[in-house]
């Protein structure tokens, strides 16, 4: 109980201290850059969080994200409409992960070693496209650029905050409401015992790697909105963020537990430490990956399973 | 064949296609009083990974894994840095950082031990946390490493070895030793293959988990100085990064289960090597760089495949 709490205390505190420390925090404008600087970690860590809640982990979040921002750029550069660019990405990393789901599920390896292999792979597969970056067209960077949504009380979602909420909202209906939703906590809680119950446990994880995969490479795509441009170097250690997150948003890394928004309410925490500890600068910026360390051994000693910690 | 054994034999067969294959390879010379040419390259740039190998197949022998390795090489080489350039001696240095590195892994086994952590989340907190403290170490900046006593173990030789071998030999060799005289090395397997049996059967579980992650900080901090001292620079940053992927992978590809419960040594050395070698094949060979991760892709899910209970090699059941 407190376990799914704690984390939207400290999220609401760390909004509490900004907005006391400094103005307009929660002003339009600042709102705004807050959500674009969170979108890609967002949209990394709802992935995580997915394959987290079955049971399993996924380690080549960061360089699918990578092949993902190229493969959307070199296409947009050839006159692919983006959100036909867009899509193909997401397709790639889909079809990655769902590889990826595959060996984990019907051969049984363990996912640690497969997704470390996805790692390699997705990283070695980036480079052979290029090992520097692609620009996008110009018609997608003219997009990035001026393309804003307008929301009451002049506020503002630049495109790819945009995407990253509906994602966030998609992916949080999905598992309340759905009863895939409920075959992925099944699964993640006992396989066994949601084998035994008629779920398609192999089914499940095929395509919590999948859905890891998609969002991953939708997390590359939003990196053009970023940089205009598509980077094989784009990544490296996202993955870490991304699980970090999803942890401190309350995700059990032992699976089966996956409270509605928490990957959103994680990535938002870990931006807001980055975003309060540069804006203070009288720390150093690497404190915000320690603050990140301190709540992720937090987040993992609360979400210990009961009978763990009863018997200590 | 064990395992153990067919990482070996990998090895020998990297090897020998090496020789026809890189015209460079039998190039062995002595030189100003060492021996020069790229296997001498392979095995002093190998002795590090060889190092956090070892450490790593102790851990994974628990049924755990470390991921810290990466970050305390990091944290190891920045806190070297940063105190010689303060003007510690090699003792003082030497001992801080190895003991950066023990602290690490003690923090982890008191996470995995007495937090019931899974291992993969516990050492995820170093391994997020250990490049902030890296960086805050070197103050943002990249810091040289040009004491003396560090260039001489950069680029040093004795009898005509690197000096990187000989320090991987030495320690490689005497956890090898202890392994082998005392019951730890049963232990650790035992607590691998079934915790709760061994918690019945008085093991002192805790204490061989502790050991055995302390171990793995300790040999990722001499991998750490050993790296730092070979480019005379600690990158806060770059320094060891994947490194504790590798080593998982050397650890696979050497037959250790990753599971736990039964682990190599040797195997783990022949992993190590074979990756370095690899490393180098794949350069010599023209292969572009770009491409280089994907060969590794493919060898980890080899090794993941054989290792795997189910699988057997036909030949070999129809022949024993």
Known sequence: MTGSRAPWVLLVALFATGFGLHDGFLGPRAVSVLLEDAAILLTASLGAGIVVAAGSIDLSIGSVAALGSLVAARLSQSGVPLPLAAACAVAVGALFGAGQGWWIARCGLPAFLVTVAGLFAARGAAWSITTGSIPCGPEASAWFDDATYLLPMGYRLTPTALVALTATAVVALWITCRPAGRALLATGGDAEAARLQGVDTSFVVVGAHAASGGLAALSGVMFLGVAFAGDAALGSGLELDALAAAVVGGIALSGGVHPPLAAWVGAMILTLIKVLIVRDGSLDASWARIVGGILLLLAAVASRRPAASSKS | ?320
């Not at chain 2, 294959?21 to 002595?30: K, N, Q, S, Y």
């Not at chain 2, 991998?223 to 940053?237: E, F, Q």
């Open chain 2, 1 to 320: 064949m064990t395992p153990a054994r067919r990482a070996w034999v990998a090895v020998a067969l990297l090897v020998v296609l090496d020789l026809f294959m890189i015209p460079d390879f039998h190039g062995v010379a002595w030189v100003d009083g060492a021996w020069r040419g790229l296997p001498i390259d392979i095995m002093e740039h190998g002795a590090r990974l060889c190092l956090v190998a070892i450490g790593a197949a102790l851990v994974v022998a628990t049924g755990g894994v470390d991921l810290g390795i990466g970050t305390v090489m990091a944290l190891s080489g920045a806190l070297a840095a940063r105190l010689s350039a303060e003007g510690y001696g090699f003792p003082a240095v030497v001992s801080a950082a190895i003991g950066v590195g023990i602290a690490v892994g003690l923090m982890n086994a008191a996470m995995v031990v007495l937090g019931r952590m899974p291992p993969i989340v516990a050492t995820l907190v170093p391994m997020v946390a250990g490049r902030g403290v890296a960086h805050l170490l070197a103050g943002g900046a990249i810091l040289a490493v040009d004491a003396p006593w560090a260039v001489h173990l950069g680029s040093g030789t004795w009898l005509g070895m690197p000096l990187a071998v000989w320090v991987a030999t030495g320690v490689i060799a005497v956890t090898a030793l202890l392994l082998r005289r005392t019951a730890v090395g049963t232990g650790l397997a035992a607590v691998g293959s079934n915790l709760a049996a061994c918690r019945i059967a008085g093991v002192p579980t805790g204490r061989l988990i502790t050991v055995a992650y302390a171990t793995s900080g300790a040999f990722a901090a001499i991998a750490g100085l050993l790296a730092a001292a070979d480019v005379r620079s600690a990158d806060a940053h770059s320094l060891g990064q994947f490194m504790e992927l590798d080593a998982v992978v050397a650890v696979v590809i050497g037959g250790t289960a990753i599971t736990g419960g039964v682990f190599s040594l040797g195997g783990a050395l022949a992993g190590a090597l074979f990756l370095q070698t690899l490393t180098v094949t794949l350069h010599a060979a023209g292969i572009r760089s770009d491409v280089a991760p994907l060969p590794k892709a493919l060898l980890v899910l080899v090794a993941a495949i054989v290792a795997h209970p189910k699988f057997r090699l036909r030949r070999i059941r129809s022949t024993s």
